[in-house]
């Protein structure tokens, strides 16, 4: 845990200002109250926020019922998330916002358009009555493998209302790795698109659907909705047309009143092994958490246009494009497409046209724009920002203070948000109108959440000793389990430590108490503020008729934080060589998708192995990343092995 020391010399704090501190939804005084109440009783706390936040059809009679490591929150009670999402934004004393923006999307090329929540919830009836037509029931999954268009969020809200978990599968991944995730979840319906714009081009979605289809017998129908007006072959029976399906449906639809613990999703996250885990969230629990911490953390207010750059493909879309900011009644931004299209500017020139408020993203994007150069952001008037996030992978200080300094103009706070795809919502933040923030630290766990750095042995780390970071209490918004696999679930996030969450990131405490997240522990990389699993894209290698062996692991980078680089044994009679390098890189793309392409490729003979055969990715690691070996090399099967990959050139 080598960042200890360079992250401790960070001395620069930023307070809020008293005027961001006076208008704040959560300020000092709300932030002690709530912070003592749930220190006395986190589960008093969540059920106030669910009381709160969350509108329900019938309350809770038990807040948790918790038997290690098998949670159920607000037991008994019984609410819809699409409901409370838009139905209850168009009643009562929030019956004006039927004609407030709920969704402003921008398409890659420049066209919009603009739902108003009476308008949203219209379309949404209308889907979640194709969804019925088609017999998709509740409890039945639907895999939705879409562009980031306004449907993307119509059918998540669709499925939500009638009650059949959605699995998402971010439109990057490939038809295999599509098919892969269907076929674990059962899934009874896709929904797709024929296209979505990327850089100017068409991503072929539907093509991928087809591939993906031939071995996925679950698949009863396919809704395409139409994009791109790209040709696609349309089979009879099975696929259908979004625009022709909506056409004939019924505006009205009675959202169902679920209980709190009826799955609302299935996300695949990477693991160490290659099978992708289905991290599975529920619906009473999930909403409180993405809800409150929405609320509090983006300080959503109802005149502010809030635009989170993640795809909704991942869990941070899930929580913080859709469910967390509907659910509070607020206009959320979404962009189709990539953010140097058609130039550097796209982002800031987005944030200056549709005076954007409030902007959260990733410190990989950060990065870029570093690099991309000052004078873009320059161009343009964002004096419309009144706050920043940042998620996905530690942020580094010189990063933090362009993003505060060229982005934020100096005067908005920006929340550094720790948190994960198991944990549904916001772990670790600051509080912007109350948090003094430190450039590189996610600062202190949002009440109610019992975040520790352990050591090895399970106590607290002294600070600023580095360690283990876990979750002493269930959340609302912890995951469930992992779909079909209660034993790994335990084996992966239980057995550690007894009955206490194991994050899989290093961490440490300073003498304030402040949390500094390190990475991962385990051979999982962070790729632009992504899990990939090294198993998945070696596997991928395997698959290559002409490979024997592969091992990957990240080495540092620049912008996207991690790079892969892979370390390939070819079959004999290969022609190692450039050529044969960016043939691997087209097959993993076409395998995995593009953000597991290897950055470097090295040919080798052998790896680093142990006695027992176990590959010694940490020594790779160190090859990769140009280091000396410093680590105990004493179990290494072959030491001339190292020697040669150390001569070894990247290909
Ligand atoms: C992993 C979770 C949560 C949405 C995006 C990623 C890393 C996340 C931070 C942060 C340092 C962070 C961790 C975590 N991470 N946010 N603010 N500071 N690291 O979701 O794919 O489930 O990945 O991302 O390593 O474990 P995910």
Same mark, same amino acid.
């Given at each position: 845990?080598?960042?200890?020391?360079?992250?401790?010399? %960070?001395?620069?704090?930023?307070?809020?200002?008293?005027?961001?501190?006076?208008?704040?939804?959560?300020?000092?005084?709300?932030?002690?109250?709530?912070?003592?109440?749930?220190?006395?009783?986190?589960?008093?706390?969540?059920?106030?926020?669910?009381?709160?936040?969350?509108?329900?059809?019938?309350?809770?009679?038990?807040?948790?019922?918790?038997?290690?490591?098998?949670? $159920?929150?607000?037991?008994?009670?019984?609410?819809?998330?699409?409901?409370?999402?838009?139905?209850?934004?168009?009643?009562?004393?929030?019956?004006?916002?039927?004609?407030?923006?709920?969704?402003?999307?921008?398409?890659?090329?420049?066209?919009?358009?603009?739902?108003?929540?009476?308008?949203?919830?219209?379309?949404?009836?209308?889907?979640?009555?194709?969804?019925?037509?088609?017999?998709?029931?509740?409890?039945?999954?639907?895999?939705?493998?879409?562009?980031?268009?306004?449907?993307?969020?119509?059918?998540?809200?669709?499925?939500?209302?009638?009650?059949?978990?959605?699995?998402?599968?971010?439109?990057?991944?490939?038809?295999?790795?599509?098919?892969?995730?269907?076929?674990?979840?059962?899934?009874?319906?896709?929904?797709?698109?024929?296209?979505?714009?990327?850089?100017?081009?068409?991503?072929?979605?539907?093509?991928?659907?087809?591939?993906?289809?031939?071995?996925?017998?679950?698949?009863?129908?396919?809704?395409?909705?139409?994009?791109?007006?790209?040709?696609?072959?349309?089979?009879?029976?099975?696929?259908?047309?979004?625009?022709?399906?909506?056409?004939?449906?019924?505006?009205?639809?009675?959202?169902?009143?679920?209980?709190?613990?009826?799955?609302?999703?299935?996300?695949?996250?990477?693991?160490?092994?290659?099978?992708?885990?289905?991290?599975?969230?529920?619906?009473?629990?999930?909403?409180?958490?993405?809800?409150?911490?929405?609320?509090?953390?983006?300080?959503?207010?109802?005149?502010?246009?809030?635009?989170?750059?993640?795809?909704?493909?991942?869990?941070?879309?899930?929580?913080?494009?859709?469910?967390?900011?509907?659910?509070?009644?607020?206009?959320?931004?979404?962009?189709?497409?990539?953010?140097?299209?058609?130039?550097?500017?796209?982002?800031?020139?987005?944030?200056?046209?549709?005076?954007?408020?409030?902007?959260?993203?990733?410190?990989?994007?950060?990065?870029?724009?570093?690099?991309?150069?000052?004078?873009?952001?320059?161009?343009?008037?964002?004096?419309?920002?009144?706050?920043?996030?940042?998620?996905?992978?530690?942020?580094?200080?010189?990063?933090?203070?362009?993003?505060?300094?060229?982005?934020?103009?100096?005067?908005?706070?920006?929340?550094?948000?720790?948190?994960?795809?198991?944990?549904?919502?916001?772990?670790?933040?600051?509080?912007?109108?109350?948090?003094?923030?430190?450039?590189?630290?996610?600062?202190?766990?949002?009440?109610?959440?019992?975040?520790?750095?352990?050591?090895?042995?399970?106590?607290?780390?002294?600070?600023?000793?580095?360690?283990?970071?876990?979750?002493?209490?269930?959340?609302?918004?912890?995951?469930?389990?992992?779909?079909?696999?209660?034993?790994?679930?335990?084996?992966?996030?239980?057995?550690?430590?007894?009955?206490?969450?194991?994050?899989?990131?290093?961490?440490?405490?300073?003498?304030?108490?402040?949390?500094?997240?390190?990475? $991962?522990?385990?051979?999982?990389?962070?790729?632009?503020?992504?899990?990939?699993?090294?198993?998945?894209? %070696?596997?991928?290698?395997?698959?290559?008729?002409?490979?024997?062996?592969?091992?990957?692991?990240?080495?540092?980078?620049?912008?996207?934080?991690?790079?892969?680089?892979?370390?390939?044994?070819? $079959?004999?009679?290969?022609?190692?060589?450039?050529?044969?390098?960016?043939?691997?890189?087209?097959?993993?793309?076409?395998?995995?998708?593009?953000?597991?392409?290897?950055?470097?490729?090295?040919?080798?003979?052998?790896?680093?192995?142990?006695?027992?055969?176990?590959?010694?990715?940490?020594?790779?690691?160190?090859?990769?990343?140009?280091?000396?070996?410093?680590?105990?090399?004493?179990?290494?099967?072959?030491?001339?092995?190292?020697?040669?990959?150390?001569?070894?050139?990247?290909?």
């Amino acid at each position: 845990m080598a960042d200890i020391e360079s992250l401790l010399k %960070e001395k620069r704090r930023f307070k809020p200002s008293a005027e961001f501190a006076k208008q704040a939804n959560w300020n000092s005084r709300t932030v002690a109250e709530y912070r003592k109440l749930a220190a006395r009783s986190p589960q008093q706390f969540w059920a106030k926020m669910a009381r709160e936040n969350v509108s329900w059809f019938t309350r809770w009679k038990k807040v948790l019922d918790w038997e290690p490591p098998f949670a $159920r929150w607000f037991v008994g009670g019984k609410l819809n998330v699409a409901y409370n999402c838009l139905d209850r934004h168009l009643e009562g004393e929030h019956a004006w916002r039927r004609n407030k923006a709920a969704i402003i999307w921008e398409g890659e090329p420049g066209d919009q358009r603009v739902l108003t929540y009476g308008q949203l919830h219209r379309e949404v009836c209308k889907f979640a009555n194709v969804l019925k037509g088609l017999g998709v029931k509740k409890g039945d999954r639907v895999a939705l493998y879409m562009p980031m268009i306004p449907e993307l969020a119509i059918a998540m809200l669709a499925c939500a209302r009638i009650g059949a978990p959605h699995s998402i599968v971010f439109g990057g991944f490939s038809a295999e790795a599509l098919r892969d995730r269907i076929n674990d979840a059962g899934a009874v319906a896709v929904v797709t698109a024929d296209g979505g714009f990327r850089r100017g081009k068409p991503l072929p979605l539907k093509l991928a659907v087809d591939e993906a289809l031939k071995g996925a017998d679950s698949v009863k129908h396919v809704v395409v909705a139409r994009r791109c007006e790209n040709p696609v072959t349309m089979q009879e029976g099975r696929d259908h047309w979004w625009h022709e399906l909506m056409d004939a449906a019924s505006p009205n639809h009675q959202a169902a009143k679920l209980d709190s613990e009826h799955p609302l999703f299935i996300l695949y996250t990477s693991g160490t092994t290659g099978k992708p885990k289905g991290i599975l969230h529920t619906t009473g629990g999930y909403l409180t958490h993405a809800t409150t911490t929405a609320k509090a953390i983006f300080d959503l207010k109802d005149d502010d246009t809030y635009w989170c750059t993640a795809d909704i493909g991942w869990v941070t879309g899930h929580s913080y494009v859709v469910y967390g900011i509907l659910a509070n009644g607020a206009t959320t931004f979404m962009y189709e497409g990539a953010p140097t299209t058609p130039g550097p500017d796209r982002f800031w020139d987005i944030i200056e046209r549709h005076r954007i408020t409030i902007f959260y993203t990733a410190p990989t994007a950060i990065r870029t724009f570093v690099r991309l150069g000052d004078e873009h952001p320059k161009k343009h008037d964002l004096s419309s920002l009144r706050l920043l996030g940042t998620v996905g992978e530690p942020i580094n200080p010189e990063a933090w203070i362009w993003y505060h300094r060229l982005i934020g103009g100096k005067r908005c706070p920006i929340v550094d948000t720790w948190w994960q795809t198991e944990t549904g919502g916001v772990m670790i933040t600051p509080l912007p109108g109350e948090t003094e923030t430190v450039p590189g630290s996610a600062t202190r766990p949002f009440p109610g959440v019992d975040a520790e750095v352990f050591t090895q042995e399970g106590k607290p780390a002294k600070p600023p000793d580095g360690g283990f970071l876990v979750l002493r209490k269930p959340w609302p918004g912890m995951l469930r389990g992992i779909w079909g696999d209660p034993a790994r679930f335990r084996e992966q996030y239980w057995s550690q430590y007894p009955n206490i969450y194991f994050a899989g990131d290093g961490a440490h405490r300073d003498k304030r108490g402040y949390f500094w997240i390190m990475g $991962r522990i385990d051979d999982v990389m962070n790729v632009s503020g992504h899990r990939i699993g090294t198993m998945e894209v %070696e596997s991928a290698l395997v698959s290559h008729e002409q490979v024997a062996e592969a091992a990957v692991v990240g080495r540092p980078d620049d912008i996207t934080g991690t790079a892969l680089a892979a370390f390939v044994t070819p $079959r004999a009679g290969t022609a190692a060589g450039g050529a044969f390098a960016d043939e691997l890189r087209r097959h993993v793309t076409r395998e995995i998708g593009a953000i597991a392409r290897p950055a470097d490729i090295r040919f080798t003979d052998a790896l680093p192995k142990t006695r027992s055969g176990k590959i010694m990715r940490r020594l790779l690691r160190d090859i990769a990343s140009g280091k000396e070996t410093v680590g105990d090399t004493s179990t290494l099967e072959d030491y001339s092995v190292l020697a040669k990959l150390r001569e070894s050139e990247e290909a």
